[in-house]
């Protein structure tokens, strides 16, 4: 599975202004409901469901990292984006470190087969170090798009 | 080799299997340790897979052993203790995978991690894992 197959293009951030978790992962939701891929209505319920899942434990797996994400029955396709903070977000990650990348992924309650796919995908990419750095230097949308589609196609498909 | 398993067998884990075993010699100080190889197959029982959670479980709980701590499945070898790298291993629910331990803990933490792997829900960060063993 590749990144551009869910990453919404007009959803990605590539300036996070929130400093803490909880406004970070409202405006990415509130990203992906103005690119329209979220009904208007259940945007609240998906931070909570977002939320209610970082109680289980921290998405914030170190290494400036982040991938916070939820299963929602409003979604009827897997769909995410990307944020970048330059200042860093506190995200009680498993190596207390401020977060600077943070890939959301929302997907549908039935499928989790795709959502680990896209897990698999995600990750294969911020192992990279590589690609952390020239996503951290990324300054535009276009620019983190341009990125992503480079590293798909340097990536073995599943 | 990774597959699917019996769903109405659902042996989570197998016995150990002794790799190897040796005496190491002291690099500084008198101490002498014994380095043990140890592995031990798995069946991941989570529903969702090995995803963030339990690889996220099973490196906080790693760090606490001496021991390195390896994940096989297939071809594949990867650092239990890296989150992403586990997680690139995608291994879905009903699979098998290989937990290898190697160091002077290894009986211990491949008794922790094994269950942690196994786990159809992972301890929550900070929560102490339950020993196997006493139950």
């Given at each position: 599975?590749?990144?551009?197959?869910?990453?919404?293009?007009?959803?990605?951030?590539?300036?996070?202004?929130?400093?803490?978790k909880d406004a970070a992962i409202r405006e990415m939701v509130e990203s992906l409901r103005a690119s329209g891929q979220l009904?208007?209505?259940?945007?609240?319920?998906?931070?909570?469901?977002?939320?209610?899942?970082?109680?289980?434990?921290?998405?914030?797996?170190?290494?400036?990292?982040?991938?916070?994400?939820?299963?929602?029955?409003?979604?009827?396709?897997?769909?995410?984006?990307?944020?970048?903070?330059?200042?860093?977000?506190?995200?009680?990650?498993?190596?207390?470190?401020?977060?600077?990348?943070?890939?959301?992924?929302?997907?549908?309650?039935?499928?989790?087969?795709?959502?680990?796919?896209?897990?698999?995908?995600?990750?294969?990419?911020?192992?990279?170090?590589?690609?952390?750095?020239?996503?951290?230097?990324?300054?535009?949308?276009e620019a983190i798009w341009e990125l992503l589609t480079e590293a798909d196609g340097h990536q073995p498909g599943r | 080799m990774?597959?699917?398993?019996?769903?109405?067998?659902?042996?989570?884990?197998?016995?150990?299997?002794?790799?190897?075993?040796?005496?190491?010699?002291?690099?500084?100080?008198?101490?002498?340790?014994?380095?043990?190889?140890?592995?031990?197959?798995?069946?991941?029982?989570?529903?969702?897979?090995?995803?963030?959670?339990?690889?996220?479980a099973l490196a906080e709980a790693s760090r606490r052993f001496q021991s390195q701590v390896s994940l096989l499945y297939g071809?594949?070898?990867?650092?239990?203790?890296?989150?992403?790298?586990?997680?690139?291993?995608?291994?879905?629910?009903?699979?098998?995978?290989?937990?290898?331990?190697?160091?002077?803990?290894?009986?211990?933490?491949?008794?922790?991690?094994?269950?942690?792997?196994?786990?159809?829900?992972?301890?929550?960060?900070?929560?102490?894992?339950?020993?196997?063993?006493?139950?």
């Open positions: 599975m590749k990144l551009s197959d869910f990453v919404v293009r007009n959803a990605m951030l590539p300036n996070l202004v929130a400093t803490t009904q208007n209505t259940e945007q609240d319920n998906i931070v909570k469901a977002i939320m209610k899942r970082e109680q289980l434990g921290s998405t914030g797996i170190g290494r400036g990292v982040a991938i916070p994400h939820t299963k929602h029955e409003s979604v009827e396709r897997l769909i995410g984006t990307v944020g970048v903070s330059h200042v860093g977000v506190p995200f009680e990650s498993l190596d207390n470190e401020p977060v600077f990348i943070l890939v959301m992924l929302i997907s549908p309650q039935d499928r989790p087969g795709e959502h680990l796919r896209a897990l698999e995908s995600v990750s294969r990419h911020l192992r990279d170090d590589m690609f952390c750095r020239m996503l951290r230097q990324t300054t535009s949308a | 990774s597959g699917k398993q019996d769903s109405d067998n659902l042996t989570q884990t197998s016995a150990p299997l002794l790799i190897s075993s040796a005496w190491r010699g002291a690099v500084t100080g008198p101490t002498i340790m014994k380095e043990i190889v140890l592995q031990r197959t798995v069946v991941i029982c989570n529903p969702d897979g090995l995803h963030i959670r339990p690889a996220a071809e594949r070898r990867v650092d239990g203790r890296r989150v992403l790298d586990v997680i690139t291993l995608g291994v879905e629910p009903g699979h098998e995978i290989v937990l290898e331990v190697n160091g002077p803990d290894a009986e211990e933490a491949l008794d922790v991690l094994a269950a942690i792997l196994a786990s159809a829900t992972p301890p929550l960060p900070g929560e102490p894992h339950s020993d196997p063993k006493a139950e």
